[in-house]
């Protein structure tokens, strides 16, 4: 995936006004309890909210801002550049989750269809289901509450030529799941598994150290 970067607001947002959808540069956009978007919900320099019980059938995307959505509402996609993403319980998402500078937290029940994806920020879920990858570079991921990946759960090769070792936790608590791998692909990146209650991880565990109980 080629992420966006800071330089790019006005691009990043035009293709989403002419598509029909609601964007704002400065402002935030709140979604109230149960309503309905047929469009993407785009804010450069603001949040984006929605409520309870929404449907959104585009993306809500923010550049420099957090993406939050209520419990019981769907959306195609969620992305952020510089800001976190929130979900409430039973949310469902028919693609990816991304963020490359914030945290990725979850909630229970949560459906993502697609990848979950950070650079720059931990990834948290509680009784999760993804269907693609978990993806991370600098991020320590955590899985609550038989949390299950159908896909790989990656932690990618970082830029720069530093020597220096980075630590990284990658948790499952609570019968928690990895239906595929666990794959580091950088060896500058020292990461550890975690397996607790009962979690398994039902491919290969490859470029990492394996603990059986807390660190």
């Given at each position: 995936?080629?992420?966006?970067?800071?330089?790019?607001?006005?691009?990043?947002?035009?293709?989403?006004?002419?598509?029909?959808?609601?964007?704002?540069?400065?402002?935030?956009?709140?979604?109230?309890?149960?309503?309905?978007?047929?469009?993407?919900?785009?804010?450069?320099?603001?949040?984006?909210?929605?409520?309870?019980?929404?449907?959104?059938?585009?993306?809500?995307?923010?550049?420099?801002?957090?993406?939050?959505?209520?419990?019981?509402?769907?959306?195609?996609?969620?992305?952020?550049?510089?800001?976190?993403?929130?979900?409430?319980?039973?949310?469902?998402?028919?693609?990816?989750?991304?963020?490359?500078?914030?945290?990725?937290?979850?909630?229970?029940?949560?459906?993502?269809a697609g990848e979950v994806k950070t650079v720059n920020g931990p990834i948290e879920m509680t009784r999760v289901e993804v269907r693609g990858d978990v993806r991370t570079v600098h991020g320590?991921?955590?899985?609550?509450?038989?949390?299950?990946?159908?896909?790989?759960?990656?932690?990618?090769?970082?830029?720069?030529?530093?020597?220096?070792?980075?630590?990284?936790?990658?948790?499952?608590?609570?019968?928690?799941?990895?239906?595929?791998?666990?794959?580091?692909?950088?060896?500058?990146?020292?990461?550890?598994?975690?397996?607790?209650?009962?979690?398994?991880?039902?491919?290969?565990?490859?470029?990492?150290?394996?603990?059986?109980g807390e660190i």
């Open positions: 995936m080629r992420w966006p970067t800071r330089g790019s607001p006005i691009v990043f947002l035009a293709p989403l006004v002419l598509a029909g959808c609601f964007g704002s540069v400065n402002s935030p956009i709140v979604v109230g309890d149960g309503q309905t978007r047929d469009g993407s919900l785009s804010s450069v320099n603001g949040s984006v909210t929605v409520g309870a019980d929404c449907t959104i059938g585009g993306t809500c995307r923010s550049v420099n801002g957090t993406v939050e959505i209520g419990d019981r509402s769907q959306a195609r996609q969620l992305s952020t550049v510089n800001g976190s993403i929130r979900t409430g319980t039973d949310v469902t998402v028919e693609r990816d989750v991304e963020s490359v500078n914030g945290s990725i937290t979850l909630g229970s029940a949560t459906k993502v320590d991921v955590r899985l609550h509450d038989g949390s299950v990946v159908k896909g790989d759960l990656v932690v990618e090769s970082k830029r720069g030529s530093s020597g220096r070792k980075t630590p990284l936790t990658i948790e499952l608590t609570g019968a928690s799941l990895v239906e595929g791998d666990i794959l580091v692909e950088d060896p500058r990146i020292d990461v550890r598994v975690v397996l607790l209650e009962d979690s398994k991880v039902l491919g290969r565990i490859e470029g990492a150290e394996v603990v059986d």
